[in-house]
C-alpha cells in the first residue's frame, strides 16, 4: 500500500511494506534509488511493521522544477514520514543513511536506533568546499531527478557540522547506542561520527536485534 | 519556474543588474534604481525564487539561487555585465564571480561581505550552535509548511513589523514596501514571501570558508559596509576583511548608517557606483 504525504510542494510516496503490531521500521533509500517493491535480507526477519519512503525526486514522490535539493530537506521528508507512522526505527542506504543520522540527532525520541548502510551518495561532496560551479542539468522531469543527482551527489559534510547531529542523538536518545555503523564505506564526515561516545560498528542484524528489543 | 524581473531606465542602454538580499525583494530598490537609470543605464532586477512576484518553490537553496541568477543573466546577454548585490545577493555574486569570473565585469557589494559570523538572512548556512531545540522547531515548521499562511495584518501593521527589522528606515518608505511586497487578501495584507522560507537557519557552510576565497577574486570590486548593527545586518567589519581583499577592492565604511545602506543614502551610494562603473 502506498499513501502520499506533503512536504511543503511536494508529494511524497510512504510504502507500507509490512502492517504488524510491535516496533515500526522505515526504510531510507539511497541517492538515485527508490524504495523497494518487497521486503529481503535482515530487514524480512523485522518484528513490526515496515515502511519505505521515496525522497523527494525520487521513485514515485514529486519532481519538484529548478532542483534546490539539500540533505536537510530531505531529512525534513524523513520526518514528514515519521510524523505519519510515529516513532520508529531508522535503516538508511548510502544517502539514506546520512539522512537517518541527522533525523536522529534533531529527533532523537522518535528514532528508536538509526543504521547506516554502504550505498550511493554516503559520502556527498566531502568535508570543504572545492572550486566554485554554477551546477545546471537538462531539465528531465522524472525520476530520479537529475537536480537531485547532483545536488545530493555534491552537497558538503564537513565533519563538525554532522558531529554535531551524532552527539545529539547519543546524548538525548533513550537508547545507548542510537547510531550502528553497518556498512564498509568511511567517508569524512562517518569516521567523525564514529568518534563520538555511543556510535557503535556492528552487523546489521544485530543493531536490528537491539533496535527492535527496545520496542 | 517563473522568475519574476523589473527594470528601469533605457531599454537600449547598456545592462546593470540589482541583486536583492535574504526575504527581501527587487521593488525595494525603487529609488536607488531610478537615480542608475538616469545615468544612461539599463537596470534589472528580479524577485528571487519564493520572493516578491516570482514562484514558490518546492524547494530553495543557496546553490539554486546562484544558478537563478545566471539565468536572469543569461536571458538578457551573453556578455559581461557590472553587478551591484545587497546583503546575502552580495554572497551569491561573490560566489558566480568565482564560478564563472568572465560573466562579471565589475562587482559592488553592499553590506554583503563575508564574515566570520554567519548572515541572519541566509537559511541554509551554518548557524553554529544548532541545539536540538532548533532542529526540531525547524523540522516542526517544515511539518506544517503547506498549510502555513503569513498573518494577515493592515497596511500599517505590516509596516510597523518589518519597522522592527528595518528600524532605520522611514514610515513611509514601509508602508511603501507593503504595497509592492505584500498582497492584499479578503483577511488582510500579507507579505508573497513564501512562508515555507525560514529567517536564519542551520547548514554545512562556515562563513570563514567565504572569507578564505574573497582573496581569489578576479573581478573588480566595491564593497559598501554598514556601521550600525541591525537584525537583518551582516555584522561585517572592515578592518576584519581587509587581509583579505583581492586586489584593487575597495572597501567604503558608511558611518552611522545601517544594513540597507542604499535605502538610507540612496543619492551617495549612486555616484560611488556610478563613478565606479565609469
Not at chain 1, 528531465?140 to 557540522?161: H, I, K
Request: charged share 25%.
Amino acid at each position: 500500500m502506498t499513501v502520499f504525504l506533503q512536504h511543503n510542494r511536494v508529494k511524497l510516496a510512504l510504502h507500507t511494506l509490512r502492517e504488524a503490531p510491535g516496533p515500526r521500521l522505515l526504510l531510507l533509500h539511497a541517492l538515485g534509488d527508490r524504495s523497494p517493491e518487497r521486503l529481503s535480507g535482515e530487514v524480512e526477519r523485522w518484528p513490526g511493521a515496515v515502511y519505505a519512503l521515496d525522497f523527494t525526486g525520487h521513485g514515485s514522490s514529486s519532481v519538484p522544477a529548478g532542483g534546490g535539493y539539500t540533505a536537510e530537506v530531505l531529512m525534513g521528508d524523513a520526518d514528514v514520514a515519521l510524523a505519519a507512522i510515529g516513532p520508529a526505527t531508522v535503516v538508511g542506504r548510502g544517502l539514506g543513511g546520512y539522512i537517518g543520522l541527522l533525523l536522529a540527532g534533531a529527533r532523537p525520541g522518535e528514532v528508536r536506533g538509526v543504521a547506516i548502510l554502504d550505498g550511493a551518495g554516503l559520502a556527498g561532496g566531502g568535508d570543504t568546499p572545492g572550486p566554485a560551479v554554477v551546477r545546471g542539468v537538462p531539465g528531465a522531469l522524472s525520476a530520479p531527478d537529475p537536480f537531485a543527482l547532483v545536488e545530493l551527489g555534491s552537497d558538503l559534510r564537513p565533519r563538525q557540522y554532522v558531529r554535531r547531529f551524532a552527539e545529539l542523538a547519543t546524548e538525548h536518545s533513550p537508547l545507548a547506542n542510537p547510531i550502528a555503523v553497518c556498512g564498509r564505506q568511511r567517508p569524512a564526515w562517518l569516521e567523525a561520527v564514529l568518534e563520538v561516545p555511543g556510535v557503535v560498528e556492528e552487523p546489521l542484524e544485530a543493531a536490528l536485534q537491539r533496535f527492535a528489543a527496545f520496542g | 519556474m517563473r522568475l519574476h524581473v523589473c527594470e528601469w531606465g533605457d531599454a537600449d542602454g547598456p545592462p546593470l543588474f540589482l541583486v536583492h538580499g535574504g526575504s527581501d525583494f527587487a521593488g525595494t530598490f525603487d529609488v536607488f534604481a531610478p537615480l542608475l537609470a538616469d545615468a544612461g543605464w539599463r537596470v534589472i532586477s528580479w524577485d528571487h525564487r519564493g520572493h516578491g512576484d516570482s514562484d514558490h518553490a518546492a524547494l530553495y537553496s543557496w546553490d539554486a539561487d546562484v544558478r537563478d541568477a545566471l539565468s536572469v543573466l543569461d536571458s538578457t546577454t551573453p556578455d559581461a555585465v557590472p553587478v551591484v548585490a545587497h546583503s546575502k545577493g552580495g554572497g551569491m555574486m561573490l560566489q558566480l564571480a568565482e564560478a564563472l569570473p568572465y560573466r562579471l565585469s565589475k562587482l559592488v557589494v553592499i553590506d554583503g561581505l563575508p564574515s566570520r559570523d554567519p548572515a541572519p538572512d541566509v537559511s541554509d548556512h551554518e548557524h553554529r550552535k544548532f541545539t536540538q531545540k532548533t532542529l526540531a522547531e525547524w523540522l516542526d515548521h517544515r511539518r506544517a509548511a503547506h498549510i502555513n499562511l503569513r498573518k494577515p495584518g493592515t497596511l500599517e501593521e505590516l509596516a510597523r513589523r518589518r519597522k522592527r527589522m528595518n528600524p532605520r528606515l522611514s514610515d513611509d518608505w514601509l508602508r511603501y514596501l507593503v504595497t509592492i511586497g505584500a498582497r492584499r487578501d479578503p483577511d488582510g495584507w500579507r507579505w508573497k514571501l513564501d512562508p515555507a522560507i525560514r529567517f536564519g537557519g542551520f547548514g554545512p557552510w562556515s562563513p570563514e570558508w567565504s572569507l578564505q576565497r574573497l582573496k581569489e577574486l578576479k573581478v573588480p570590486l566595491l564593497g559598501l559596509t554598514a556601521t550600525v548593527e541591525e537584525e537583518m545586518g551582516w555584522g561585517t567589519n572592515h578592518r576584519a576583511l581587509l587581509p583579505y581583499l583581492p586586489p584593487r577592492a575597495e572597501i567604503i565604511p558608511f558611518e552611522n548608517t545601517g544594513h540597507f545602506i542604499h535605502i538610507e543614502h540612496p543619492q551617495r551610494v549612486a555616484e560611488l557606483v556610478l563613478e565606479f562603473l565609469r
